[in-house]
């Protein structure tokens, strides 16, 4: 007989035991080449605002991710916004936080939180958010996440971007 963890108020049914931050590349990967303003995009869109809006996704993206795959990190619009709130789950028992200036030794599933530009995030810094699944070298992190090169796709970024992680 096997267990299942039912959560009616997201909508979401896995495997009980099952490890979130695996699941995350996986669930992402069903989507891979889904372009904006379409089919899952759409649904993601209007999910998080109630219509189809045409804006930035990479977070409503991760927020929609962790919604379906009953991850209890509050949504948000805005990268830095969803830094935080992944980071205040962490301070609730909810998976771990790692800043800057203590990352990990990255692994499969980790949600990825890149500046791409200045020291510090904030909800105005070009930013992104993704779920990182290998590391084809020292100076690269490959990923898949929302709104990369407006689709859902596999892309591999400069290592030196990584600014936070959160491992479910």
Not at 22 to 31: E, G, M, Q, T, W
Not at 112 to 135: D, E
Request: proline residues 4%; hydrophobic residues 35%; glycine residues 8%.
């Amino acid at each position: 007989m096997s267990k299942f963890i039912i959560d009616t108020e997201a909508g979401t049914c896995r495997p009980y035991g099952t490890p979130i931050a695996l699941n995350i590349v996986d669930f992402l990967k069903r989507y891979e080449g889904a372009n904006e303003y379409d089919g899952v995009v759409a649904t993601i869109q209007k999910w998080y605002y109630g219509s189809l809006v045409k804006a930035p996704w990479c977070a409503t993206c991760m927020s929609w991710v962790f919604n379906q795959l009953g991850i209890p990190v509050d949504k948000a619009e805005n990268v830095y916004t969803l830094m935080r709130n992944c980071q205040y789950a962490a301070t609730q028992g909810h998976g771990t936080f790692y800043s800057r200036s203590e990352l990990p030794e990255l692994k499969r599933g980790d949600v990825c939180f890149l500046l791409f530009t200045g020291t510090t995030m904030t909800t105005t810094s070009k930013k992104h958010v993704t779920a990182f699944i290998a590391r084809p070298s020292a100076e690269r992190i490959r990923c898949i996440g929302g709104n990369q090169s407006d689709k859902i796709q596999v892309t591999d970024y400069a290592s030196s971007t990584l600014y936070a992680v959160y491992r479910p």
